[in-house]
């Protein structure tokens, strides 16, 4: 039997004893009751006890029963389909592949750094192969014009066309009547080859130049030592040694350098490619310094200057862009050019031209310019600086190469540069 149906005995034993004892000391004259009376009242009792077990038990089962299904709600959660277990499975299957993911990526990661590494090593080295083959390449064009000499001024007439024999007659008059030379040594030069520098084009403003190539270096020797001769004369005929493209133009860049020390007072001489400052005897060399190397162009840091875009011209598969952005000293100039060749395809093209100019505390005007290979562009696209009265400013302007335009690529250079720097104010604003 349960604790609750003793105590409910217990309790109507109590009663029923002190019920009698009550009675006994109010009327000790009542006749107690009869025996089957009180078997009858325990058995009562002792049935409502059995169904306040049974009632209770049926709770405690019923509530059993509940927990039971909760369990087994819980063990479905865990265990079922779609459950927590199954789902702490897919998220550690997750883990274990975004670790996989993340170790691989570390792994590509530090052999595409490797690859960079040696990649920028092959750059670097395959740039200094390309500057050795050009400076070579240079001695060898120089060396087999060393022989020549370049004669500007001569007029064409209809009768040379086409005929070698009436241009010799052409040029030994010249040697003989504008030079004085006798006749007898202009008869024994022996030229090589003898011609008009390009085509013909009657919008020409200036007559061909005349190339002439000597046997031996001698008679070259023999032309040039008569030049003081044609400059007594005031002639319009000129005569310079032959020279590649890339001397001729960094002589013209020297001669306006040393324009700009003769209003100075400084006096200087060029030789060869060299300016020379005649009471020192030091050679000038450019402040600004070389190129932009590739490995400053690869290396560092991202791109920090205010770049402004230009217009873009295309003209005969040849494509011009332009780059421009303030700048205020030498510093300033070389780190905005790095800037710039690291823009997205800028590095890429045939030929990256650029200027520079800019006024110093002290007011003087720093200026330069760099063909790379565009030879006359980098003066041009300078001098439309200057005649735009522009200062504090670095412009590239960049030609990817598709064929021949002739003078009209110096157009499209100093159009696309101006638009650049017309453009700074406008992005800055």
């Given at each position: 039997m349960s604790n609750n149906a003793t105590q409910s005995l217990d309790n109507r034993k109590r009663h029923r004893v002190s019920d009698s004892a009550n009675m006994e000391s109010e009327t000790e004259t009542e006749t107690p009751p009869p025996k089957d009376k009180i078997e009858e009242f325990q058995i009562r009792d002792i049935f409502q006890g059995i169904t306040n077990i049974q009632n209770t038990l049926g709770g405690f089962m019923l509530r059993m029963d509940a927990q039971g299904r909760h369990l087994d709600e819980l063990t479905n959660d865990i265990r079922g389909k779609h459950g927590m277990q199954e789902q702490v499975e897919l998220v550690q299957e997750q883990a274990n592949d975004t670790l996989y993911t993340v170790t691989e990526l570390g792994s590509n990661q530090e052999k595409m750094l490797r690859e960079l590494s040696r990649l920028r090593d092959y750059v670097i080295k395959l740039e200094f192969r390309v500057n050795s083959q050009e400076k070579q390449i240079l001695e060898l064009k120089a060396r087999s014009l060393e022989n020549?000499?370049?004669?500007?001024?001569?007029?064409?007439?209809?009768?040379?066309?086409?005929?070698?024999?009436?241009?010799?007659?052409?040029?030994?008059?010249?040697?003989?009547?504008?030079?004085?030379?006798?006749?007898?040594?202009?008869?024994?030069?022996?030229?090589?080859?003898?011609?008009?520098?390009?085509?013909?084009?009657?919008?020409?403003?200036?007559?061909?130049?005349?190339?002439?190539?000597?046997?031996?270096?001698?008679?070259?020797?023999?032309?040039?030592?008569?030049?003081?001769?044609?400059?007594?004369?005031?002639?319009?005929?000129?005569?310079?040694?032959?020279?590649?493209?890339?001397?001729?133009?960094?002589?013209?860049?020297?001669?306006?350098?040393q324009q700009k020390y003769a209003a100075k007072n400084v006096d200087t001489k060029i030789k060869g490619d060299k300016l020379v400052f005649t009471r020192s005897?030091?050679?000038?060399?450019?402040?600004?310094?070389?190129?932009?190397?590739?490995?400053?162009?690869?290396?560092?840091?991202?791109?920090?200057?205010?770049?402004?875009?230009?217009?873009?011209?295309?003209?005969?598969?040849?494509?011009?862009?332009?780059?421009?952005?303030?700048?205020?000293?030498?510093?300033?100039?070389?780190?905005?050019?790095?800037?710039?060749?690291?823009?997205?395809?800028?590095?890429?093209?045939?030929?990256?031209?650029?200027?520079?100019?800019?006024?110093?505390?002290?007011?003087?005007?720093?200026?330069?310019?760099?063909?790379?290979?565009?030879?006359?562009?980098?003066?041009?696209?300078?001098?439309?600086?200057?005649?735009?009265?522009?200062?504090?400013?670095?412009?590239?302007?960049?030609?990817?190469?598709?064929?021949?335009?002739?003078?009209?690529?110096?157009?499209?250079?100093?159009?696309?540069?101006?638009?650049?720097?017309?453009?700074?104010n406008t992005d800055s604003g």
């Open positions: 020549n000499i370049i004669i500007n001024g001569i007029k064409e007439h209809d009768p040379e066309r086409g005929n070698d024999e009436n241009l010799a007659k052409i040029i030994q008059n010249v040697f003989e009547k504008e030079l004085e030379m006798d006749k007898e040594s202009v008869g024994n030069m022996h030229i090589k080859a003898l011609y008009r520098m390009g085509d013909r084009d009657a919008r020409r403003k200036f007559p061909r130049p005349v190339c002439i190539q000597f046997a031996d270096k001698i008679y070259k020797d023999m032309v040039m030592r008569k030049i003081p001769v044609l400059r007594s004369k005031k002639s319009p005929i000129r005569i310079a040694s032959h020279q590649p493209e890339e001397l001729r133009e960094k002589r013209r860049k020297l001669f306006d350098i005897g030091n050679i000038y060399r450019d402040k600004l310094g070389q190129r932009p190397s590739a490995d400053e162009v690869i290396s560092g840091e991202e791109i920090k200057s205010p770049i402004s875009a230009g217009k873009q011209i295309e003209d005969n598969g040849n494509r011009f862009t332009a780059h421009a952005t303030p700048t205020e000293s030498l510093k300033q100039v070389r780190g905005v050019l790095i800037d710039i060749m690291r823009v997205p395809t800028v590095s890429s093209a045939s030929h990256n031209v650029f200027a520079y100019r800019f006024k110093s505390n002290d007011g003087t005007i720093h200026e330069g310019a760099d063909d790379d290979g565009e030879h006359g562009a980098g003066r041009a696209l300078l001098r439309s600086l200057v005649d735009n009265e522009h200062l504090n400013v670095t412009v590239v302007v960049s030609r990817w190469y598709g064929s021949k335009i002739g003078a009209r690529r110096f157009v499209h250079i100093k159009d696309v540069g101006l638009s650049a720097v017309k453009n700074i």
